[in-house]
């Protein structure tokens, strides 16, 4: 067996080799100690870096008071898909007047509003814009003394913000409005104002935009003497701050200067803000800066009114796609020189989205019951739609029959022309199209009176709006012709089919109208198309 040594040095060894493992124990622990030391200031500071980006955002929301919300409200949960009411707001008071002109003591008044909705699978989302000057009922809203108005019938819709006649306006009237429009539940309502919208195209480095023709300082201001500078050049350009806010203000000289034209380019203007924003990222880093310049100007319903809301509610966004972002507006047509909703159109519209049935006919309400193809929801209450996408000239005739039920001609005018023998027949087609919501601008006789096949000519632009018209007469062929508008030559075809009597049968209950599908605008869509009204831009 083996002797311990008493050799002093090998005690010194072992005693050293004791003391290194010892130092180098330490040294070890030294390293690892240090990288937990800096982790862990890293997490505290880093919460309370996080609690105190919380607590700054915190302090630039503004809430508007819930209680003038309605006592008589759509109910809750009945879709799984949520509702958010956006409001632009014009008011001049916190340093907007010098933004949109006008005296900082007026009333709030509302320029512009849509309501998102966000389907439940959160894929999906649509924005209808309502015009500021269409005709509604308000219902009774809150006063500032706590008392609550009388309800208001056939009224404009942008006067429900003016409720009370303060300088900040009244979000919760809107609201109720809204909800009394829509029969949907708004879960929750924002209020932009100029100095916010403006700030937040200067946080993202700039909205491209584009312009069908030159525009000059009098088309801003049209109550100018004179035509003045050009202030925007025809074409795409990038802008931010005071000249986005005039891009999406101008009214006046393009197509009719009317206020559905200003919603087109505010649609596209919005759908090219989201493309930049979804392009920069949907990071902390990036989305700080932007809840920042959000919540400096906004003010939001009381269930929206914290940091951490918003920035979830911004966050449980990020996997709808542009594709299937949509922006529409509620069906509608004149009356005299104010907007009136059609009906059963905007009813059937409002059943899609509380059914989280997309325009296109998707199922989206993210159960798995639909698989999102529009199929196997089809006899679960709200019918499939035909898709908008590949229309050419044989399946807009083909499927004339299928939904002719659902076809809106709000906004649209149409010339018509017998093309065959049989007497009274253009003014029949007249009447069918009107009956649809179209306007009839003329009939007569066609040149060619041997028409077999019913023809819908159309002008520069203007396609879109002859496919919405050939779809009330199957098998009809569009054409492009050489005038300015759109025109129907009735031919032996449509003869035969009024002969037999009606074929087409009645929307299904909740279908939205074809029109109002092929009419839409994803935010994916050529930044250049569809920016006017009446004028086939």
């Not at 509620?330 to 409002?350: F, N």
């Not at 839409?520 to 198309?529: E, F, K, Q, V, Y």
Request: glycine letters at 14%; aromatic letters at 4%; charged letters at 20%.
């Amino acid at each position: 067996m083996a002797t311990p040594t008493s050799d002093p040095s090998s005690r010194r060894g072992r005693g050293g080799r004791s003391r290194g493992t010892r130092a180098g124990r330490r040294r070890g622990r030294g390293p690892l100690r240090t990288v937990l030391m800096v982790a862990l200031a890293v997490t505290v500071l880093g919460t309370a870096g996080l609690g105190w980006i919380y607590l700054k955002l915190n302090g630039g929301i503004s809430t508007f008071d819930g209680d003038g919300l309605s006592r008589d409200r759509p109910q809750a949960g009945s879709s799984k898909g949520e509702n958010v009411l956006v409001i632009g707001s014009d008011a001049r008071n916190d340093g907007n007047s010098a933004l949109g002109g006008g005296s900082k003591d007026d009333i709030g008044r509302s320029d512009t509003a849509f309501l998102l909705h966000v389907y439940a699978d959160h894929r999906h989302a649509i924005a209808v814009s309502i015009p500021r000057d269409t005709l509604v009922t308000v219902p009774p809203c809150r006063l500032p003394d706590g008392s609550w108005s009388k309800a208001q019938e056939h009224t404009m819709f942008n006067a429900a913000f003016s409720v009370g006649q303060t300088e900040k306006g009244n979000p919760a009237c809107t609201q109720n409005t809204v909800e009394k429009l829509t029969g949907l539940r708004v879960d929750h309502t924002v209020v932009v104002d100029f100095k916010g919208f403006a700030s937040l195209t200067d946080v993202v480095g700039g909205v491209p935009v584009c312009l069908p023709q030159d525009i000059y300082q009098g088309d801003l201001d049209p109550h100018r003497a004179t035509k003045g500078a050009v202030i925007f050049r025809k074409g795409q350009q990038t802008v931010s701050g005071q000249k986005a806010l005039d891009y999406v203000r101008i009214r006046h000289g393009m197509g009719d200067g009317s206020d559905i034209g200003r919603i087109k380019r505010q649609q596209a203007f919005v759908s090219s803000l989201l493309k930049k924003i979804k392009s920069d990222g949907f990071s902390p880093t990036k989305l700080l800066p932007l809840a920042t310049a959000a919540t400096r100007s906004m003010t939001v319903d009381p269930g929206l009114g914290s940091a951490a809301k918003l920035v979830s509610f911004a966050m449980s966004l990020q996997d709808i796609d542009l594709h299937n972002t949509k922006f529409v507006t509620v069906p509608w047509r004149y009356q005299g020189a104010r907007v009136a909703v059609v009906e059963p159109d905007a009813s059937d519209l409002w059943a899609a989205l509380k059914a989280d049935r997309t325009i296109d006919g998707k199922d989206a309400r993210g159960d798995g019951k639909g698989a999102g193809d529009g199929g196997k929801g089809a006899g679960e209450g709200v019918a499939a739609l035909p898709s908008s996408a590949g229309t050419g000239p044989s399946s807009v005739g083909a499927g004339s029959s299928a939904s002719a039920g659902g076809v809106s001609g709000a906004g649209i005018d149409v010339a018509v022309l017998n093309g065959t023998s049989t007497r009274g027949l253009a003014a029949e087609a007249a009447a069918e199209l009107t009956r649809h919501g179209f306007t009839v601008t003329a009939t007569g006789n066609a040149l060619s009176r041997q028409h077999t096949t019913t023809v819908v000519e159309y002008g520069a632009g203007l396609r879109s709006r002859a496919e919405t018209v050939a779809r009330l007469f199957p098998g009809a062929e569009l054409r492009p012709g050489g005038g300015t508008g759109v025109e129907v030559v009735v031919g032996s075809s449509y003869a035969a089919s009024e002969a037999a009597g009606p074929s087409t049968p009645a929307a299904p209950p909740g279908t939205v109208p074809d029109s109002l599908a092929h009419g839409a605008r994803s935010a994916d869509d050529d930044l250049c198309s569809d920016l006017s009204y009446g004028d086939g831009g």
